[in-house]
């Protein structure tokens, strides 16, 4: 069956039929505005990874946008096609009125779950993840849009730690100036860039702060501002307090690796790499040695 006949089938009437359609094996993730479900597809088998968004969450995250035609996380997920981006093959409305995106289903771990458990299986492995990560976020920001919500979570391993894709695109806003004006603070805090939680403009270089404490956290285990909360205060630190110098705790680490993260940390957005790219490309020039 072509491509396009399969997705056709997975519909209708226009709307999914997610019961009729889909097996669900179980509840893999429940976020903040979507519960996220492993499918099995009743008729071919095929497993996919399904996103149901909370109706009540996600408009009130879209009415921060009154009259600006924000795309939909659908919308925008479609969009996004990159082999370092999670594969997404349809969106639209449930035959329940409700907002969903059918994607491929990632069985690896997520880098959350891998830095938990501090995972020897990362042992020269982090420099190529990073190079991957850099290249994902990279495709979001060369397709004109901004991430808002770059953290460990939102990054999924293959089961052997060689790849990595970005996912969750539910914050993921166009890189226009009406997106980045002032007051529009959503993330995560404890990867939150200072210019968000001060409420000043913003653009690409809010996910590239982001990147820098996800990078930071993958080499050491653990954040550049240790803390417990998880709460919007975690974030003031980020510019009331320097982080923990990453040289201090990962000795083996490249002194240019460690620069490089250092930069994406840097409180003025000005100070921080311009681009994915010139961070990709800086990861690419590094050599691989030991744990990295």
């Known amino acids: 069956m072509a491509f396009l006949d399969k997705l056709k089938s997975i519909l209708t009437g226009g709307r999914l039929d997610v019961q009729g359609r889909f097996e669900l094996v179980r509840e893999a993730i429940s976020g903040t505005m979507s519960k996220f479900y492993l499918a099995r597809d009743?008729?071919?088998?095929?497993?996919?990874?399904?996103?149901?968004?909370?109706?009540?969450k996600t408009a009130a995250f879209e009415s921060r946008f009154v009259g600006l035609k924000k795309p939909s996380e659908g919308e925008v997920s479609l969009k996004l096609v990159h082999p370092r981006l999670v594969k997404t093959f349809a969106a639209g409305?449930?035959?329940?009125?409700?907002?969903?995106?059918?994607?491929?289903?990632?069985?690896?771990?997520?880098m959350n779950s891998v830095i938990l458990e501090r995972s020897g299986k990362l042992r020269g492995k982090r420099l190529p993840l990073l190079v991957q990560m850099a290249e994902g976020l990279r495709a979001v920001h060369t397709a004109g849009f901004i991430h808002r919500d770059i953290c460990p979570r939102n990054f999924i391993c293959s089961k052997d730690l060689d790849s990595v894709k970005l996912i969750d695109f539910g914050l993921t806003v166009p890189a226009t100036?009406?997106?980045?004006?002032?007051?529009?603070?959503?993330?995560?805090?404890n990867y939150m860039a200072p210019e968000i939680l001060r409420r000043r403009s913003t653009d690409h270089r809010t996910d590239i702060f982001s990147l820098g404490v996800t990078m930071y956290q993958l080499c050491a285990f653990q954040l550049p501002w240790p803390t417990q909360d998880v709460t919007a205060k975690a974030a003031v630190?980020?510019?009331?307090?320097?982080?923990?110098?990453?040289?201090?705790?990962?000795?083996?680490?490249?002194?240019r690796l460690a620069k490089l993260i250092d930069q994406c940390l840097s409180v003025e957005p000005t100070e921080r790499p311009a681009t994915c790219d010139m961070i990709h490309r800086a990861l690419l020039a590094m050599p691989s040695e030991g744990e990295f």
Do not use: F, W
């Open 237 to 255: 630190l980020h510019d009331t307090r320097k982080h923990v110098d990453i040289q201090e705790i990962c000795l083996g680490i490249n002194p």
């Open 93 to 110: 409305l449930t035959t329940d009125g409700q907002a969903y995106v059918l994607m491929e289903y990632l069985e690896g771990p997520g």
């Open 42 to 56: 009743r008729k071919t088998g095929e497993l996919y990874g399904l996103k149901i968004l909370d109706l009540e």
């Open 177 to 189: 100036k009406e997106y980045m004006s002032p007051g529009n603070r959503t993330g995560t805090p």
